[in-house]
């Protein structure tokens, strides 16, 4: 079976990783007639032609930069980054085994049988996060009213924020999609109007402690899917250095484990194929990785100035509120 972790030793760019694993996956999917690895190689097609064909970002970028402005007029009084990502290629390979390993068991622990292929096909045509842009926000403190609690501030203006964005963004030429989240408890800060197109996982908090909104649009020039995700920086900081990022990767190797025992090995090549795929890159040593532009000094100190591991930056934004810096009366 060949994996993304064969090629992570070679001192090749990303690039070039990515294109001898298509490859490579591509020639041993037309001679088992695997129909799913032929999506995969079709999937990593698609990140190598943002990290090679990616001028249009440039122009989507200077778009959103118009609702950042907008930001900045309406609330300056609030401090906020405005960032943009090209997911990176561990994460986007782990997703993608992840998808075809939770449909599979989700499926069998319902029916007592596995999908059909065009089922597990289907699943996997839904990648909308390949790029994504992400708003957090902060209100400092010298703008802090005389007993106002800075959590209802931030997230009083969170939902504004995104109560505004897509209507905004339609008229710049995007379109706002559909969640695909059902049962979801509902914000009463959430507009009406805006709640079919927000995954709400400040209210639907998922089990490891994240907290965002997730909306996707789809650019009708370019083509494409991006999503953009909004938090507060306390939500921001616990994602990303704090307990969800530890936690989200031990409850999905608990959940994983438990699936295993589940699907019998043998009865699914495509669970089997899946289910290794993702181990191995959860077993990864990053320090020893030889990848052109990557180093890592462990799993937590990372130089990634590739998108290997870390999504590729493509739009830094930095809002200081006004007079933030300033002692005021």
């Known amino acids: 079976m060949i994996t993304l972790n064969d090629y992570l ?28 690895d032929l999506m995969h190689c079709n999937f990593l097609l698609q990140i ?30 609030l401090a906020f980054t405005f960032r943009g990502r090209i997911k990176s290629l561990i994460r986007a390979e782990n997703k993608f085994n992840g998808y075809i390993v939770e449909f599979i068991y989700d499926y069998y622990k319902e029916n007592g049988a596995y999908p059909p292929l065009p089922e597990l096909k289907k699943r996997l045509n839904c990648f909308r996060d390949l790029i994504a842009y992400r708003v957090v926000i902060s209100m400092p403190k010298c703008h802090l009213k ?11 203006y969170l939902y504004d924020i995104a109560n505004k964005m897509p209507e905004f963004l339609e008229e710049l030429g995007f379109t706002a999609e559909p969640s695909s989240i059902e049962g979801e408890i509902d914000s009463p800060l ?3 109007n805006v709640r079919a197109y927000y995954k709400d996982y400040i209210q639907n908090t998922e089990p490891y402690g994240y907290r965002s909104l997730h909306i996707t649009f789809y650019d009708n ?8 995700q909004l938090r507060t920086k306390a939500m921001d900081d616990y994602a990303e250095i704090g307990p969800a990022n530890h936690l989200g990767y031990e409850k999905r190797q608990e959940s994983e484990r438990a699936r295993r025992d589940t699907i019998p090995e043998g009865e699914s090549i495509y669970f089997d ?37 870390r999504g590729r930056l493509i739009l830094p934004y930095e809002h200081l509120s006004r007079f933030q810096n300033d002692v005021l009366d």
Do not use: W
Not at 51 to 73: C, G, I, P, V, W
Not at 221 to 228: L, N, P, Q, S, T
């Open 9 to 36: 030793y070679s001192g090749d760019t990303v690039l070039k990783i990515l294109q001898n694993y298509s490859q490579d996956l591509k020639k041993a999917a037309k001679e088992t007639h695997n129909q799913i």
């Open 48 to 77: 190598a032609e943002l990290l090679r064909h990616n001028d249009f970002l440039t122009f989507q970028s200077q778009k959103l930069r118009e609702f950042y402005k907008y930001m900045a007029n309406e609330y300056p009084f």
């Open 146 to 156: 005389e007993g106002a609690d800075a959590e209802e501030e931030e997230l009083k």
């Open 190 to 192: 959430l507009d009406e």
């Open 221 to 228: 020039i370019a083509r494409c899917y991006f999503e953009v």
């Open 273 to 309: 194929e899946a289910y290794e795929r993702g181990l191995r890159l959860q077993n990864l040593t990053l320090s020893k990785l030889d990848v052109n532009m990557f180093s890592a000094a462990d799993n937590s100190l990372i130089n990634d100035g590739c998108g290997l591991y």
